[in-house]
């Protein structure tokens, strides 16, 4: 109701869709970009805003912005140099000292740029493997490759832990 | 550890308690948005102005040609100064003149 409202063009629709769903967005991009994730989660909803009318039914909204967050992050990386190394967030809304949760963020700062999409879309948010490959627009056989590799290297932080 | 437990395991290491929305971030959002819907606005009423603008000016000088056209050809090949066509040409000019923005005007002018 709200997404249809946003694409007929009213604001205050809008502003509660960005409500209801930034501190998901951010979190998530926190994770995945470091420090550009405010910047990048107001391009998402900015480009969101611009393509209101596209956005299809079928599917949930979220889904809809992290397809678009995805495009983003994906877009701010190749203006990036190539050598620049990603500075993430290891651990944020968690205590920063040691701990499974500590340990598992550093894990997943170490993993790769999609192997670390696939994990968040997949474990931290609950997404099917089908819906996490539509979000980032991989064939479904080449997003259970990436959730394999992710989960071999988190794996290595659980298994310390036991 | 099998590996529907093991994922069981990340989720639950991975997930994040509910944070509360940021109304500064939901206002810079609403504001951008709206910023961005008066340039588009602002875009498409120029593009159409231009369109019209162009259209006009291609309009009054096929006007002026087939009146220059009319006119008694002079000897030689030459012009007439103080013909219709020449006079249309100076009122496009002049109209060019006073519509058409300066070049570095709005940036001395801010």
């Known amino acids: 109701m709200l997404a249809r409202r946003t694409a007929a063009g009213e604001l205050g629709a809008f502003g509660e869709l960005v409500r209801a769903h930034e501190p998901a967005l951010r979190s998530m991009l926190r994770r995945l970009a470091g420090d550009a994730a405010d910047d990048l989660a107001q391009d998402t909803f900015i480009a969101a805003w611009r393509a209101a009318a596209g956005w299809r039914q079928d599917g949930s909204y979220r889904s809809w912005l992290y397809r678009i967050a995805w495009r983003q992050f994906l877009s701010y990386r190749r203006q990036q140099r190539p050598t620049e190394p990603l500075e993430v967030v290891q651990d944020v809304g968690m205590d920063n000292g040691a701990g499974p949760k500590a340990e598992i963020a550093q894990a997943m700062a170490r993993l790769g740029e999609r192997e670390r999409m696939a994990a968040l879309l997949c474990f931290a948010e609950g997404y099917s493997h089908g819906e996490a490959a539509d979000i980032m627009c991989v064939p479904l056989g080449t997003l259970k490759s990436l959730v394999a590799r992710a989960r071999r290297g988190l794996v290595e932080c659980l298994e310390d832990e036991q | ?110």
């Open chain 2, 1 to 110: 550890m099998n590996e529907a437990d093991l994922d069981k395991r990340l989720s639950a290491l991975l997930q994040e308690p509910d944070a509360a929305p940021d109304p500064a971030f939901v206002d810079r959002v609403v504001l951008a948005a709206r910023v961005d819907r008066q340039i588009r606005v602002a875009r498409r009423r120029a593009f159409r102005r231009t369109l019209i603008e162009c259209g006009a000016a291609i309009a009054v000088a096929g006007a002026f040609y087939l009146m220059s056209q009319e006119q008694a050809p002079l000897p030689d090949g030459r012009f007439s100064l103080f013909g219709p066509a020449m006079a249309g040409l100076v009122m496009l000019g002049l109209w060019a003149l006073v519509t058409l923005p300066t070049p570095g005007y709005a940036s001395t002018a801010s």
